[in-house]
C-alpha cells in the first residue's frame, strides 16, 4: 500500500536556528513528490516538485532533496513567517492523484 | 493565470440537512479537478477526481457525492449530512508542475 510518513509532528526552531523536516514514502512507481505549505484556516500553497533522486530545488530559505525512499525539507536560517504546516505528497498512480502525509507543523520563535 | 474559488467559506449545519459545495476555476481549460477532505491536525484524504465533465471518480465509499455539470465547475453535495462530515474541504485543479488549491470551505455538522 502506497504511503507518506512525515517527521516530526512539530517542530519549534529559534528564528535562524536551521534544520529539517523529513517525508518518508513507499510507493510503487514514483511518478512525482510534491512540498505544499499550509496556513492555518487556507489551502496548501504549492512550493515544490521533484521527479527523480538526486534532484534538488530552492525557493528562498527553503530547499528540497529526494532520495530513492525519502525526501527532505532543509529550512536555512527561519524566520517567524516560515511558521506553518508543511505537508508532503506523493503521485503514484494515473491523473495527478496524490497521497499526503500529516504534515508537520513548525513554529518558529524570535 | 490561473485562480480557484471555494464557497462557501465557513458552513454551520445539521445533521440530516443537505449540503452542496462548489469551486470553480478560472484561466484554464479541461482541467483535472479533486475534492479533498482535511480532518483536524490531519493530512488530507483524496475524496473524488473529475478529468472531464460528467466524468467522477470516487475514492473512498462515504456519504458523499461529486458533480461536474461544467468545464470548470465541480460541486461536493451530500443528501443527509453527518457528524462525521465535519471538516475542511478543499478543491483543487492538476497544473503542469502540481495541484493548486482553492482557500478551502470550513464545514461544521452539529
Known amino acids: 500500500e502506497d504511503q507518506v510518513t512525515q517527521s516530526p509532528e512539530a517542530l519549534r526552531l529559534q528564528e535562524g536556528e536551521s534544520s529539517s523536516l523529513n517525508c518518508s514514502y513507499t510507493?510503487?512507481?514514483?511518478?512525482?513528490l510534491f512540498w505544499y505549505r499550509q496556513d492555518p484556516g487556507k489551502g496548501p500553497e504549492f512550493l515544490f516538485t521533484?521527479?527523480?533522486a538526486g534532484e534538488e530545488k530552492e525557493k528562498e530559505r527553503l530547499k528540497a532533496t529526494l532520495t530513492k525512499k525519502e525526501s527532505f525539507l532543509h529550512i536555512t536560517a527561519p524566520k517567524p513567517e516560515d511558521s506553518a504546516t508543511y505537508l508532503c505528497a506523493v503521485q503514484a498512480g494515473g491523473y495527478n492523484k496524490l497521497i499526503f502525509g500529516a504534515g508537520t507543523r513548525l513554529a518558529v520563535h524570535p | 493565470s490561473q485562480t480557484i474559488h471555494q464557497w462557501p467559506a465557513t458552513l454551520v449545519q445539521p445533521v440530516g440537512s443537505p449540503l452542496s459545495l462548489e469551486c470553480t476555476v478560472e484561466g484554464t481549460s479541461n482541467p483535472n479537478l479533486y475534492w479533498y477532505r482535511q480532518a483536524a491536525g490531519r493530512g488530507l484524504q483524496l475524496l473524488f477526481y473529475?478529468?472531464?465533465?460528467?466524468?467522477i471518480s470516487s475514492e473512498v465509499p462515504q456519504n458523499l457525492s461529486a458533480s461536474r455539470p461544467q468545464d470548470r465547475q465541480f460541486i461536493l453535495s451530500s443528501k443527509k449530512l453527518l457528524l462525521s462530515d465535519s471538516g475542511f474541504y478543499l478543491c483543487a485543479w492538476s497544473g503542469r508542475e502540481g495541484q493548486y488549491f482553492g482557500p478551502g470551505t470550513r464545514l461544521t455538522v452539529t
Open positions: 510507493v510503487s512507481g514514483l511518478r512525482g
Open positions: 473529475s478529468v472531464g465533465i460528467g466524468q
Open positions: 521533484l521527479y527523480s
